[in-house]
């Protein structure tokens, strides 16, 4: 079965607060993670990555935290906009005989109160 | 201009009807996959080609048949269409085919395919 899950489903935050979604895996021979969003009726965008030597990293309003101990990664948006309205993915690294493949977990709505 | 486009973006068919989904993308990359999502937004990937070659086949059903016809187009082709073969459709394209930093997944818009 897919190894990457998730904490909660939904998520509403206040206009102007820090969202944090969490995401869950399994295999912790997994060395690569990436967060996707996806907004109503397009496909998943690139947010941000980390590999498992890192336990942070930041990017444009966006953190990804890492713990390998607990096997948790967390996609940290400060002060959440209305344009962060989406469905957000967290996806890990899975290796495939000689390729490697991308496993995606099943998602968090965000949802953005005004 | 759209890095990876796929069409038809919606399709609407009966059951037992072979339909195709083109998708093509302009990025240069090697790799290119198909995704599939259903009603609860799970994200699950079919195939995955580089340089027109299948390196990823997930457990999917036999009417089910991608084509490469070069590297920057992957045709999902479906025959003997079922009910539950409804779903989102997503064409995706990478750089190459490891999964690493730095190598973007990139996203069409997705085929919405309705089987009645």
């Known amino acids: 079965g897919e190894s990457v899950g998730l904490h909660l489903p939904t998520l509403s935050v206040q206009e102007g607060d820090n969202s944090i979604i969490n995401c869950a895996y399994s295999n912790s021979a997994s060395d690569y993670f990436i967060w996707y969003k996806q907004e109503s009726g397009k496909g998943p965008q690139f947010i941000i990555d980390?590999?498992?030597?890192?336990d942070k990293r930041q990017g444009q309003r966006v953190t990804v935290l890492l713990n390998k101990t607990v096997k948790h990664l967390s996609l940290q948006i400060a002060a959440t906009q209305p344009g962060d309205s989406a469905v957000y993915f967290c996806a890990e690294k899975q290796a495939y005989s000689s390729a490697s493949k991308i496993i995606f977990g099943s998602g968090t709505r965000l949802s953005i109160r005004p | 201009d759209t890095a990876v486009s796929q069409t038809p973006k919606y399709l609407v068919t009966q059951m037992g009807n072979d339909k195709s989904i083109k998708c093509e993308q302009n990025l240069g990359h090697d790799t290119m996959y198909w995704y599939k999502q259903d009603s609860k937004k799970f994200l699950k990937i079919m195939f995955s080609y580089n340089n027109k070659e299948l390196i990823i086949n997930e457990t999917v059903p036999n009417r089910f048949s991608p084509k490469s016809p070069d590297k920057a187009h992957l045709n999902l082709h479906i025959n003997s269409l079922e009910l539950g073969d409804s779903a989102v459709y997503f064409c995706?394209?990478?750089?190459?085919?490891?999964?690493?930093?730095?190598?973007?997944?990139?996203f069409g818009e997705g085929s919405w395919l309705t089987v009645v």
């Open positions: 995706a394209s990478s750089r190459t085919f490891q999964g690493e930093a730095g190598n973007t997944i990139y």
């Open positions: 980390i590999r498992s030597n890192m």
